[in-house]
């Protein structure tokens, strides 16, 4: 098992910026691919961004390059997710994810990632 924890989410205004970032811990071994999610209200889940822990490649959204920056501290066992230039439609619950994806998953697939976080609430106001 591997659980995760997810910090740094807040209010801020557009243009600002925020860093995520995701704690994990357990059997991290188990997996190879770490990933951040977001939900905003009446949508569904859509894939931000995902790092490969192997060598660090990583993949983002458009919607969201250029401006997003995933990272990883193996030392800490920690993800991170620097979000600059927000916008509010960025507001989301954003979720860390952790899984063992093969060639034949897409890092932006939730269904491919099985451990979770809880969230933390991202609000950008116009």
């Known amino acids: 098992q591997v659980q995760l924890v997810e910090s740094g989410g807040a209010s801020v205004q557009a243009g600002g910026s925020l860093r995520l970032s995701c704690a994990a811990s357990?059997?991290?071994?188990?997996?190879?691919?770490m990933g951040w999610f977001r939900q905003a209200p009446g949508k569904e889940r859509e894939g931000v961004a995902a790092?490969?822990?192997?060598?660090?490649?990583?993949d983002y959204a458009h919607s969201v390059r250029g401006r997003f920056t995933i990272s990883q501290d193996n030392a800490k066992n920690t993800m991170y997710l620097q979000m600059n230039s927000l916008k509010p439609e960025d507001t989301a619950m954003y979720y860390c994810?952790?899984?063992?994806?093969?060639?034949?998953?897409?890092?932006?697939?939730?269904?491919?990632?099985?451990?979770w976080g809880q969230g933390t609430q991202v609000t950008v106001s116009s």
């Open positions: 994810a952790a899984g063992y994806l093969t060639w034949e998953d897409s890092w932006s697939d939730e269904n491919d990632f099985a451990y």
């Open positions: 357990g059997s991290t071994s188990s997996t190879n691919y």
């Open positions: 790092i490969y822990t192997g060598d660090g490649s990583t």
